[in-house]
T-cell receptor, first 114, second 117 residues
Framework: EDQVTQSPEALRLQEGESSSLNCSYTVSGLRGLFWYRQDPGKGPEFLFTLYSAGEEKEKERLKATLTKKESFLHITAPKPEDSATYLCAVQPPYRGGATNKLIFGTGTLLAVQP | GAVVSQHPSRVICKSGTSVKIECRSLDFQATTMFWYRQFPKQSLMLMATSNEGSKATYEQGVEKDKFLINHASLTLSTLTVTSAHPEDSSFYIC?????????????FGPGTRLTVL
């Protein structure tokens, strides 16, 4: 069964304190891994797409990396405005039925204190 | 670019009534849109895949007759919750994929908070 597990469930950082969020997955034939940011009461905002092990992508203070079993979202010198829930989603191989389906993890709630 | 809107953002209705939620891709065309449901402190669960001009594909356990999906144009999909009950109260979010972009990235709408009394 395809599964996505994110850790930790919650993370509290001081402003400027760098850290990493983890997304581990059990999907054979991964087609893509996606990172989103979700603020309370809003829809997810797209951050990154990763397709192959070894791939890295950066955007401002965020950097996403991918291995064959997991992905990390590194946050460098975070600011209070980085506080949000960070969601990881995987796209399994096509097995019939709906295409482009995403399976989401439960997210990591990040709080950055000034 | 890649903006998705939803309307309404919040709706409160009485048990037994039907509620329609609209999802629009504002600056791109989407032959495929997706409908998710999110309960408090839980992740997004895919309900169905909406296909322009054809029937939606529902996930296992989602009642087709209760959650009616119509995708009449390349920029609009609607979800109708029929005969809503309190257990249908949730956060409903749609997403769409830009067909002209060679990635599988889904862009999400802002969500609709449904409360059934």
């Amino acid at each position: 069964e395809d599964q996505v597990t994110q850790s930790p469930e919650a993370l509290r950082l001081q402003e400027g304190e760098s850290s990493s969020l983890n997304c581990s997955y059990t999907v054979s034939g991964l087609r893509g891994l996606f990172w989103y940011r979700q603020d309370p009461g809003k829809g997810p905002e797209f951050l990154f797409t990763l397709y192959s092990a070894g791939e890295e992508k950066e955007k401002e203070r965020l950097k996403a990396t991918l291995t064959k079993k997991e992905s990390f979202l590194h946050i460098t010198a975070p600011k209070p405005e980085d506080s949000a829930t960070y969601l990881c989603a995987v796209q399994p191989p096509y097995r019939g039925g709906a295409t482009n389906k995403l399976i989401f993890g439960t997210g990591t709630l990040l709080a950055v204190q000034p | 670019g890649a903006v998705v809107s939803q309307h309404p953002s919040r709706v409160i209705c009485k048990s037994g009534t039907s509620v329609k939620i609209e999802c629009r891709s504002l600056d791109f065309q989407a032959t495929t849109m997706f409908w998710y449901r999110q309960f408090p402190k839980q992740s997004l669960m895919l309900m169905a895949t909406s296909n322009e001009g054809s029937k939606a594909t529902y996930e296992q356990g989602v009642e087709k007759d209760k959650f009616l999906i119509n995708h009449a144009s390349l920029t609009l999909s609607t979800l109708t919750v029929t005969s809503a009950h309190p257990e249908d109260s949730s956060f409903y979010i749609c997403s769409a994929r830009d067909e002209k972009v060679p990635t599988d990235t889904q862009y999400f709408g802002p969500g609709t908070r449904l409360t059934v009394l």
